[in-house]
Nanobody, 130 residues
Framework: QVQLVESGGGLVQAGGSLRLSCAVSGRTFSGNYGMGWFRQAPGKEREFVAYISWSSGSTYYADSVKGRFTISTENAKNTVSLQMNSLKPEDTAVYYC??????????????????????WGQGTQVTVSS
């Protein structure tokens, strides 16, 4: 069993920054697994934001956040972070972190598809005012 707990959400003005964290606990980690950040705005489907392979450090981003958001890991703390800069009102959503036990795959769906993930956090609200 693994637990994911997000933190760091809040209210920020457009152009501002926030840093989200996801603490992973409950299981000893080894091998090749990955972590993703997703978001869900009211009335919309949950969408992929960013992904990182815990072992290789490879990262992928949605086009909408590329150049503004950075995903990273702190291995000693079993934490994955999402640094969000130049925030826009359209970034407003509940942000979720997720874990998948197999970090690699074919194409892009292995990290963009919500069904590819094995565990999810409860989410943290990010609101960007204009």
């Amino acid at each position: 069993q693994v637990q994911l707990v997000e933190s760091g959400g809040g209210l920020v003005q457009a152009g501002g920054s926030l840093r989200l964290s996801c603490a992973v606990s409950g299981r000893t980690f080894s091998g090749n697994y990955g972590m993703g950040w997703f978001r869900q705005a009211p009335g919309k489907e949950r969408e992929f934001v960013a992904y990182i392979s815990w072992s290789s450090g490879s990262t992928y981003y949605a086009d909408s956040v590329k150049g503004r958001f950075t995903i990273s890991t702190e291995n000693a703390k079993n934490t994955v972070s999402l640094q969000m800069n130049s925030l826009k009102p359209e970034d407003t959503a509940v942000y979720y972190c997720a874990l998948k036990w197999t970090a690699t795959g074919r194409g892009t769906s292995y990290y963009t598809n919500t069904l590819a993930y094995d565990a999810w956090g409860q989410g943290t609200q990010v609101t960007v005012s204009s």
